[in-house]
């Protein structure tokens, strides 16, 4: 990687307040240092009280910065992931303003320049989470790797950096609302781990509640294997072959005792028992086909209100073409589209 390299940096944002300011000029500076072409792509997530002056004065005063608005709040990936369409990096850093450090930067790049098309970022602690969220995330992480296999990397961050070729498996990989996590798994990249502290949560941090925990844990299981619908398919032939065997018995124990057998204390029981697991298999394949029936929509992802750019821009032309003796198969200008794919 040399001075020429062409690096991109994306940041979502909601709601930054005055710490927006601070963070683009510390990236700036520090892009600055090694590099002559880089940008700065802030994407406004559906922010409900954006200070319109401090970013036109951001644009204004601050060099390479890309400013882009979507519609609506759609949460952290799905904001990157409209920063990442746009990107005109060789390489792409994305980050959590407020929580991630922007002084790991060159660390990140460093690693990429080493050969690892994606390099993600691991957090040491867990520190400042809610016990239900820590203890909730050792029971999902040991689920996915244990049972479904997935290469997923337990305590990973936002802040990753990816190569173009990355970049270009990423978008043909596209549907619905994909997960950066585990688009390694079917890509087969190799990725390299950096773990680090994170700095804290500020207002540009998006807290999760439980609800919103679980539906990110079932949209990576449910997106990406199939084991939840083998299990429940599993509980209810078990239930169902109980319930069989019972009835067997109540046969044999008639024809042989010449009477009835007392069957009032086991019905309810068994009744309740084959109820919940038709309940239960009625559940989860509800959402399995809802899953499918989002998927299958036409329909773009997200919508971009408006796209601003900085005042201050690069000095040069210089298009996306990277060189070919770092990215030999890629060498022309990188068109991707806005939508799910």
Not at 15 to 32: C, K, Q, T
Not at 155 to 181: E, K, W
Not at 197 to 225: C, F, K, L, Y
Request: glycine share 6%; aromatic share 8%.
């Amino acid at each position: 990687m040399t001075r020429e390299t062409f690096v991109s940096v994306v940041a979502p944002i909601y709601n930054p307040g005055e710490f927006l300011e601070s963070f683009a000029r510390a990236v700036g500076d520090i892009l600055s240092r090694d590099h002559r072409y880089y940008e700065l792509i802030l994407v406004d997530d559906g922010s409900t009280a954006l200070d319109a002056a401090r970013v036109r004065r951001l644009l204004d005063e601050c060099a390479n910065i890309r400013l882009l608005r979507l519609t609506r709040h759609l949460g952290e990936e799905q904001a990157i992931l409209a920063g990442l369409d746009v990107a005109l990096g060789d390489y792409v850093v994305t980050l959590s303003p407020g929580a991630d450090p922007p002084e790991l930067i060159p660390e990140f790049l460093a690693a990429a320049r080493d050969g690892a098309d994606v390099v993600f970022g691991v957090r040491t602690s867990r520190r400042g989470d809610p016990w239900w969220l820590r203890l909730g995330a050792g029971f999902f992480y040991g689920y996915v790797h244990r049972v479904l296999d997935l290469e997923l990397p337990a305590n990973a961050t936002h802040f990753r950096c990816l190569s173009r070729r990355a970049i270009h498996a990423l978008a043909q990989l596209r549907r619905g609302r994909t997960r950066l996590r585990v688009f390694t798994t079917y890509v087969g990249f190799a990725p390299r781990y950096i773990a680090y502290e994170q700095v804290g949560a500020t207002a540009i941090s998006h807290s999760r509640s439980p609800s919103q925990a679980i539906g990110t844990a079932m949209a990576i299981v449910m997106d990406n294997s199939p084991h939840p619908l083998r299990l429940v398919a599993a509980i209810g032939l078990t239930a169902a072959s109980l319930n069989l065997l019972y009835a067997i018995y109540v046969i044999a124990a008639s024809v042989v005792r010449h009477h009835g057998v007392p069957v009032w204390a086991t019905l309810s029981l068994t009744s309740a028992a084959q109820f919940f697991a038709l309940a239960l298999m009625i559940a989860v394949l509800c959402e399995y086909v809802g899953r499918l029936s989002m998927r299958l929509q036409d329909m773009p992802s997200y919508y971009v209100r408006g796209e601003e750019t900085s005042a201050v821009m690069l000095d040069s032309d210089r298009r996306n073409v990277v060189a070919s003796a770092e990215l030999p198969a890629m060498t022309s200008e990188r068109v991707v589209p806005r939508d799910a794919g």
